[in-house]
């Protein structure tokens, strides 16, 4: 897992609610992502940020929002708009932007709603 | 679009055993592989990583076989324990492209019997 930590381990939601999972890194990356992770699937990539202050959506970004304002710090916002967000959730994050520098992950987050 | 797969979800050996798993990619652009390793509710774990320009690299107990003719990638992992029971998939990068984003594969299930 390295220096990326994600919090909570688990997290249970209500339908109707916003949740926010935590990413922090403490490697000096400059890029983090986030994936989804659903069984018998590859991880699917919903936002991503380069740089502080700038990211971008993913292939399923629907549903999710996010915010880079601190370098190690990366939350993902899962909404009310996501129609299906069991899964688990995993942040990842690269030494250099727009390179292909190794991604290293963190723990993960499992999301079920209630 | 371009896809990074597996030939087999699940492979059983016995302790001690040799493993091969597989992974056939679509995108012969892609210029940098790498193998994770995901136990049971945890984050995946880089393994080991191959370039284009490479045909085969070992770690410890791993190897990696890149055929670029036929697109095809293998993770090796020599007297498989108990303890290398995970999901295994491989990952490619491509050459090109600002963002550099990584395509995954749904992962192979292997279990090590004692």
């Known amino acids: 897992d390295g220096g990326i930590t994600q919090s909570p381990k688990y997290l249970f939601r209500k339908e109707g609610q916003n949740v926010t999972l935590s990413c922090e890194q403490n490697l000096n990356h400059d890029a983090m992502y986030w994936y989804r992770q659903d069984p018998g699937q590859g991880l699917r990539l919903i936002y991503y940020s380069q740089i502080v202050n700038d990211f971008q959506k993913g292939d399923i970004a629907e549903g999710y929002s996010v915010s880079r304002e601190k370098k190690e710090s990366f939350p993902l916002t899962v909404t009310s708009a996501q129609k299906n967000p069991t899964a688990f959730y995993l942040c990842a994050s690269r030494p250099r932007a727009g390179t292909t520098d190794t991604q290293y992950f963190g723990p993960g987050t499992r999301l079920t709603v209630l | ?114």
């Not at chain 2, 994770?36 to 774990?45: A, D, L, N, R, T």
């Open chain 2, 1 to 114: 679009g371009e896809s990074v797969g597996l030939h087999l979800p699940t492979l059983s050996v016995q302790e001690g055993d040799n493993s091969i798993i597989n992974c056939a990619y679509s995108n012969s652009a892609s210029d940098y592989f790498i193998w994770y390793k995901q136990e049971s509710g945890k984050g995946p774990q880089f393994i080991i990583d191959i370039r284009s320009n490479m045909d085969k690299r070992q770690g410890q107990r791993v190897t990696v076989l890149l055929n670029k003719t036929v697109k095809h990638l293998s993770l090796q992992i020599a007297a498989t324990q108990p303890g290398d029971s995970a999901v295994y998939f491989c990952a490619e990068n491509p050459a090109s492209g600002g963002s550099y984003i990584p395509t995954f594969g749904r992962g192979t299930s292997l279990i090590v019997h004692p």
